[in-house]
């Protein structure tokens, strides 16, 4: 079992930047992937970033592409998630996921198993 813990959410202003953070504990030595959801309400669960862990390859909505990044820190056991130019179509609530088969460049939910509770990002315009 994997468990994951997120923080950073917050509220900005549009053009403003935001770190979430996701904290791995459990067993995590078969999480070859991580990655960020987002599900603003009324709307489907959606995959922002990703990152296989073995070889740190990056993938992105191409919603997000160029300004936010996904960053893993293997000796904390930490993903982050940094946001830039924050728009309004940005708020939701972001989840982060960890996967171990079958998930390599997925941004589909169904490639991970295990999922944090999530933290709120609002951006104001």
């Known amino acids: 079992q994997v468990q994951l813990v997120e923080s950073g959410g917050g509220s900005v202003q549009a053009g403003g930047s935001l770190r979430l953070s996701c904290a791995a504990s459990?067993?995590?030595?078969?999480?070859?992937?991580m990655a960020w959801f987002r599900q603003a309400p009324g709307k489907e669960r959606e995959g922002v970033a990703g990152?296989?862990?073995?070889?740190?390859?990056?993938y992105y909505h191409e919603s997000v592409e160029g300004r936010f990044t996904i960053i893993q820190d293997n000796g904390k056991n930490t993903l982050y998630l940094l946001m830039n130019n924050l728009q309004s179509e940005d708020t939701a609530m972001y989840y982060c996921?960890?996967?171990?088969?079958?998930?390599?460049?997925?941004?589909?939910?169904?490639?991970?198993?295990?999922w944090g509770q999530g933290t709120q990002v609002t951006v104001s315009s």
């Open positions: 996921a960890a996967g171990e088969n079958y998930c390599l460049n997925s941004l589909s939910p169904n490639s991970y198993p295990y």
């Open positions: 459990g067993d995590t030595s078969n999480s070859f992937c």
């Open positions: 990152i296989y862990t073995l070889l740190s390859r990056t």
